[in-house]
Structure formats: C-alpha cells, structure tokens
C-alpha cells in the first residue's frame, strides 16, 4: 500500500487551503471597494426612486440595471488585474514553478472570483426585489451570473494578451459597451448577453421561448470558459507575459 497518497480528507484540507489563499490574494482590499461601490450606486438609485416615484423600475428594468450591468461592472474589477497583479509582485514565475498545474492554479482563482460574485449577485438581486421591483430574484440573481462569468472569461484573456491591467479593463469595459450600444439591433434575437429571460414575445410559444433561454445562456457560459481556456493556454508560453 503507498503510504504517501493523500486521503480524501488531506485532498479536501489542501483544496480548503489553496481555495483561501487565493481569495486572499485576489481579494486583497478589493471586496471593501466593491461594497462601497454597490452600496452607493444602489443608494443613488433609491434616492431618485423617492424623488421621482412615477418612474419607476419594471420587472425587466430592474434586474438589468440593478443586478446585470453592475456584476458585469463587478466582473470586470474583479479579474482585470488578475494576472498583471502577479507580475507586479514579482510571483507570476513562481507560480508556473510550483508542483501543482498552472491550469489548476488559475482555475481555484476563477472559481473564487466566480463564487464571489455569486453571492454578490444574489445578494444584489434580493435587494433588488425588496426595494426596487418584485420579480423572482433567485431566478434573477442565477440568470444575472452568466453574463458575469462572460465578462469574466473575456476580461481574463485581455489580462493575458496584455500586460496592462488597465488596458484589460479599458478592452473589457469598451467589450460590454459596445454590447450594450446594440442592445437595439440584439434585444429580440437568441444572441444578446443580457437576453430578458421574464418577458418572452407574445407570439412566441412558451415551450420555445424556454428552449431559446436556455441555448442562450448555455452559449454564453461556454463563450465564457472558452475565453478562460484559450487565457490558461496563452499563459503557457510565460516569456511573453513577463
């Protein structure tokens, strides 16, 4: 029997530890800003709420403004100097050093920013509802997370193609503009990142709409992991991330 194979219990103790230093490190201080950031941006919106009560957010209104273009914002911060930040410590080398895959590595790092931004978004869609509009935030806050982790996918490689964090988030940002500009032309077809998964067209049969709901937001999530894998297999070749 070899003695030197971990159990279960060690595997998931090293995987518990891993999971909490990269939080740690991908995390440092950021978490602060980005609670600020949402708390003011929802407090600007409530006060023009009590303003302006006549104008108020429907159903479709509020989870866009209110849960999916922030987390896609938030995405956006949060993985935009996802690599630079390394290079910058001077631990981008150490990191390809190590006994354990750069692939795995760098996955237990997209998972964190992706579990963060769950609970953000979740979150966010709760209060949401309590404040702003009433619809389903739990079917909210989960559909709001595909868009996210697409933003997360396509920031990552631009942090990877460029050695600028801030040229990553600029690409990004310029990304989800440029999205939101042909809002008019997308809305209604199966292809557009923020498709409104509660107002399905009259003239379309609700089994259908369902179908075109799901085949657009699978797409999009593996648009998102495609953008992660294509990232990890460039960070291969390290003499030109360094």
Known sequence: MNTNRLTWRELLFFVGKLHSLSMRIVFHRKMIFMF???????AILYAIAIWRPGEGLSVEQ??????EVPGTVLAIYLTMDLVSGERDKDTLEILFSTAISHYATWAVRIVSISAALFVTLMAMSTISYYFFAEFPYILGGLNACIPAFFMIGATFLF????????AAGMLA?????????STEAFEDTSYY??????????????????????LNRAGIAILGILFIFLALRRMIEREKLL
């Not at 509020?62 to 849960?67: C, E, T």
């Not at 990142?193 to 799901?214: E, G, H, M, Q, Y």
């Open 193 to 214: 990142l923020f498709l409104k998964p509660f107002a399905p067209p009259s003239d379309l049969d609700t089994s259908l709409w369902i179908n075109r709901v799901v």
């Open 173 to 181: 940002v310029g990304l989800l503009i440029g999205i939101l500009l």
């Open 159 to 166: 942090s990877v193609l460029f050695r600028s964090g801030n």
């Open 62 to 67: 509020a989870l866009h403004v209110l849960v």
């Open 36 to 42: 600020c950031g949402v708390l003011a941006y929802y």
